[in-house]
């Protein structure tokens, strides 16, 4: 592909939906003391208020309960942290500005850290006292006209360490380089001049052999983007495959021989003035498209069909020798989640139920092209932020960890309350649920030194005590999920609930 289309590709995504403003700078907003009411009888809300601090460390912190001592590594974490700047507070979840955070774990010692990404958004915001871009949904007050993408990058959904280096990743823009020690921000990683500004998504697929895929979606030009990246970091190919329909995909699937992407029925058909979710448009009659891509050849690809859903995370995907792909994720009717729930809750609004997303097991016939889909647990479980071992990525495996909430128990609440340990192939899980006040946030798997894959190990993750408004780190063993954490540390502060996050055991 010649320079000038990747350039024209890398200027648009969210980069196209310019905004106007809804409130002049003086006023007031709304939104905030709607926000700031209902957090005075729904403390749950204390996970979306935000913070304003730049950076945050407690240096040694004690693990109450049994530390397993083979555990060493650190946890980096990210997600939407500032969701306040001046009298403007944001309209939606994802448009908080990113805090990258790093948790070391050693000899039942943890350390925290966590700094926010200087992005081009953040540094510019944060020198003038205001709101100056519209976000993924958003429409700050005299909001400024942007060119690129990477304008508007929060860099607030996930991190990857990949041959040492680390990075904080967004949906529609670049990555930015993060020091793995101090936190700093060292700017956007450019893989090749060529590739300059693609969009490189949140959810990158690594095999076990360092191996990265990855996709990235170009909604105004009506194209997507492929990676493949060598272990040691070397950017081996690009692709671009046009889309008729852009569907806002988030995460994809990796096979040994394919690359799928799902695009549910969410089309951007944008309008003068809208956001970026705004240019969105559900469409229950019409199918979701599953665009199936040979890894070797981007050119050579084809499209299978399901009915209408909306997905927002794969736990993994394999192929048989018949040319059978197999995965599995968490699938709901509608994307109304992102386009109601994370919206509202920012205006506190807090008593609606979302459409929760049930865990399904997918396969798709390569030879025909025939996909099919079945419900892997009973409908009142709802589950989320599916992670793996990452030694089965793109291979056959049977676990996956999730978190999760039955609505059959207790009083339902549009926050999971629990982790799982779920077998994609007979449907049975461990699950452990958190004490009332308490929310957890994804959880990792992180194997035992010198373990079979999928077998010793233990699964950690954060929650957020709202009561007390502390951020626990969490151990479990893996095979006694049930029994609960085996250790735990209290940070002395709340952090906001964030996103994705990455184990490096190699860090300590
Ligand atoms: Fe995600």
Not at 50 to 77: C, K, M, W
Not at 296 to 302: A, E, K, P, S
Request: hydrophobic residues 35%.
């Amino acid at each position: 592909m010649k320079r000038r289309k990747f350039v024209q590709l890398a200027a648009t995504g969210m980069g196209a939906a310019l905004c106007p403003p809804l409130l002049s700078a003086s006023n007031v907003d709304p939104w905030k003391q709607s926000f700031d009411a209902s957090l005075k009888t729904h403390p749950e809300l204390l996970g979306f208020k935000g913070i304003q601090d730049e950076f945050l460390e407690s240096p040694d912190i004690h693990f109450e309960g049994s530390f397993p001592t083979a555990l060493n590594g650190v946890l980096y974490r990210n997600g939407p942290t500032r969701h306040e700047i001046g009298d403007f507070r944001y309209r939606h979840w994802f448009d908080g500005d990113g805090m990258v955070h790093s948790f070391h774990l050693h000899e039942g010692r943890l350390s925290h850290r966590g700094k926010m990404i200087q992005t081009h958004k953040y540094r510019e915001e944060r020198a003038a006292g205001r709101a100056m871009y519209a976000g993924f949904g958003s429409h700050p007050p005299e909001a400024r006209n942007v060119t690129h993408a990477d304008q508007l990058n929060t860099a607030n959904i996930s991190v990857l360490v990949h041959h040492g280096e680390l990075l904080a990743l967004w949906e529609a823009g670049s990555a930015h380089i993060i020091d793995e020690k101090t936190l700093e921000t060292r700017g956007i990683k450019n893989w090749s001049s060529e590739a300059k500004g693609l969009p490189f998504s949140a959810h990158p697929r690594v095999e076990p052999d360092g191996t990265l895929w990855n996709f990235g979606y170009a909604s105004s030009f009506g194209a997507l983007v492929l990676w493949h990246i060598s272990p040691k970091g070397h950017l081996l190919r690009n692709g671009v495959i046009p889309i008729e329909r852009m569907g806002m995909p988030h995460d994809f699937i990796v096979t040994e021989k394919h690359i799928v992407i799902m695009l549910p029925p969410f089309h951007f058909e944008p309008k003068p003035g809208d956001s970026f979710l705004e240019a969105h448009h559900w469409h229950a009659d019409r199918a979701t498209q599953l665009l199936i891509v040979d890894k070797n050849d981007f050119t050579q690809y084809r499209y299978a069909e399901l009915p209408a859903q909306w997905v927002f995370h794969f736990g993994n995907g394999w192929e048989d020798q018949h040319g059978i792909i197999h995965f599995d994720a968490p699938r709901a009717a509608d994307p109304s989640v992102m386009t109601e729930f994370f919206r509202g809750i920012m205006n506190g609004k807090f008593d609606t139920l979302p459409e929760g997303s049930i865990h399904h097991r997918y396969r798709i016939d390569t030879r025909t092209g025939i996909a099919t889909e079945e419900a892997l647990t009973g409908d009142s479980l709802t589950t989320d932020f599916p992670v793996i071992d990452h030694r089965v990525s793109t291979r056959p495996y049977q676990q996956v960890v999730c978190l999760g909430s039955d609505r059959a128990y207790g009083k339902p609440s549009p926050l999971f309350d629990s982790v799982l340990r779920l077998n994609v192939q007979s449907g049975n899980y461990d699950i452990y649920t958190y004490p009332d006040h308490q929310i957890p946030e994804e959880h990792l798997f992180v194997p035992a030194p010198r373990s079979a894959p999928e077998s010793d190990g233990w699964i950690i993750g954060t929650s957020l005590d709202y009561l007390s408004k502390q951020t626990k780190l969490n151990v479990f063993r893996s095979e006694s999920l049930a029994d609960g954490p085996i250790a735990v540390a209290t940070l002395p502060y709340a952090l906001p609930l964030g996103l994705h996050g990455k184990f490096n055991p190699s860090s300590s």
